[in-house]
């Protein structure tokens, strides 16, 4: 070790030991570059000026009807740009319509989700699809999708009426359709398969293959026809 050399690597050119070091802080600081401009791409639109343009009672889906959901059960968001939207999570309310609607207005409730579709087919949205609604009981899942409660009980078959399958599925088509990713199980999946969550909505009677064969019947048709 010679004098002022405080790491003891002489003076006759750079060790091995130096090398490793400094390729391993160059890789270190790629990705906390990396992972620092994740954070800068999904958290700029906070800079005043830079969120999305909303509207007072904008919906994502032509025929839904707009009731807001209390700020205590969502956060507001920028998504896709700040977090990649990729699953329907489908829920089963568990009572009425306007039940839902009530507990997801009150904020002690800390949970709402996007859309209520009822027995006869009408859609209510209470969260915007660009925001985060506490539904799936696991943070990753809420940041990542978009829930959609259906009118009724789980241990009521008729409940599920051909009104609520058809008019589901055209909003499910929809937003795999706007977020591009595929109307697969993987991707369109019950709150009971959220890891974590100790629901067991949709429950037996919900018919996945007649629900996957309407989706992706809609697609079809908005594909062939041009209509998104």
Not at 4 to 17: A, S, V, W
Not at 171 to 195: M, Q, S, W
């Amino acid at each position: 070790m010679g004098p002022g050399d405080p790491l003891g690597e002489g003076r006759r050119g750079i060790g091995r030991r130096r090398v490793l070091l400094a390729g391993t802080a160059a890789v270190g600081l790629g990705v906390l570059g990396l992972a620092t401009k994740q954070e800068l791409q999904r958290w700029w639109w906070q800079v005043p000026g830079n969120e999305k343009p909303r509207v007072a009672g904008q919906v994502d889906d032509a025929r839904a009807r707009w009731v807001a959901a209390a700020d205590g059960n969502m956060r507001r968001g920028d998504r896709p740009s700040d977090f990649r939207i990729d699953r329907v999570i489908i829920h089963v309310t568990q009572g009425s319509a306007a039940s839902a609607v009530k507990v997801f207005r009150d904020p002690a409730h800390r949970a709402a989700a996007h859309y209520i579709v009822c027995r006869d087919g009408q859609i209510i949205q209470m969260i915007r699809e660009l925001d985060v609604a506490f539904h799936a009981a696991n943070r990753e899942y809420n940041e990542r999708s978009i829930g959609i409660e259906h009118e009724g009980w789980i241990d009521r078959p008729q409940d599920f009426t051909e009104e609520m399958y058809r008019s589901s599925a055209k909003l499910t088509a929809g937003i795999c359709d706007r977020y591009g990713f595929p109307a697969d199980r993987k991707h369109i999946i019950g709150h009971n398969e959220v890891p974590g969550a100790d629901h067991t909505d949709p429950g037996r009677h919900w018919d996945w293959d007649k629900y996957l064969r309407l989706v992706r019947a809609q697609l079809k048709t908005e594909s062939t026809s041009g209509d998104h």
